[in-house]
């Protein structure tokens, strides 16, 4: 597959998107991915960081949605936007029109900047990149799932969140189905064992990652 044009002209190094549904361990599987040498982009952050005071994310939103966004030291208050924009698609959609645009480009700068220290691996981490089409947008040269069956990324998520199951088989059902999300994997590491049979698959994983360079 051929990478985004823009990442494809700047980065000598493959881009390697990963994914997962709720609790499945793409954060567990990244954190070991960069202790291998990776250079591990989150998408999560990078939506954070596009709306940070100070940012043209945040006066867009405020612009939009106005002030009642801001919490009392300036920054997003995320409960309030989501309230501003809850059963209004319209507003949803000027949401996803302001931010979308302004992840990519951050994600494309920071996968640039990745390739400019060193050859290895970049990991964009992505949990909606099924739902997203991120693959095909990213033009990403492999996708990496993390898979478990829904059960055992419940009890995990409950046993380490604070969130119901109920609250976790609702992020579920919102999601893609673990069917879908495998139609896209070039690789999947099966997170259902333990912590030391996670480590075997990251390492193995890594060293095919390292051989597309
Ligand atoms: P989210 O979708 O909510 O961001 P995630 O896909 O990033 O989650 P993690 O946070 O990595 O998932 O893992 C979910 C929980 O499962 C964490 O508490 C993590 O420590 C635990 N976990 C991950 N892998 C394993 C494993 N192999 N054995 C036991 N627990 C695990």
């Not at 309030?80 to 949803?92: H, Q, T």
Request: aromatic share 2%; hydrophobic share 40%; charged share 25%.
């Amino acid at each position: 597959m051929q990478q985004n044009r823009e990442m494809s002209k700047g980065a000598s190094s493959p881009v390697i998107g990963l994914t997962g549904g709720i609790g499945s361990g793409k954060s567990t599987v990244s954190a070991k991915l960069a202790k291998l040498g990776a250079c591990v982009i989150d998408s999560d952050e990078v939506a954070r960081e596009v709306v940070q005071p100070g940012t043209k994310g945040l006066q867009s939103l405020v612009d939009r949605f106005g002030t009642q966004v801001l919490s009392g030291d300036g920054s997003l208050d995320r409960a309030k936007l989501a309230r501003s924009v809850f059963s209004d698609s319209e507003a949803r959609s000027d949401l996803n029109a302001i931010l979308h645009p302004l992840i990519e480009r951050e994600i494309i700068r920071q996968v640039l900047a990745c390739s400019t220290i060193g050859t290895l691996p970049i990991v964009v981490v992505i949990p909606l990149l099924v739902e997203t089409n991120a693959a095909e947008r990213y033009g990403f040269a492999k996708v990496v799932v993390v898979d478990l069956p829904e059960e055992l990324a419940v009890a995990r998520v409950v046993a380490s969140r604070d969130m119901t199951e109920g609250d976790v088989r609702e992020r579920v059902a919102a999601q893609a189905s673990r069917e879908e999300r495998l139609a896209k994997a070039d690789y999947v590491i099966d997170n259902s064992a333990d912590s030391a049979d996670l480590d075997e698959q990251v390492t193995a994983l890594w060293e095919e990652l390292k051989a597309l360079s």
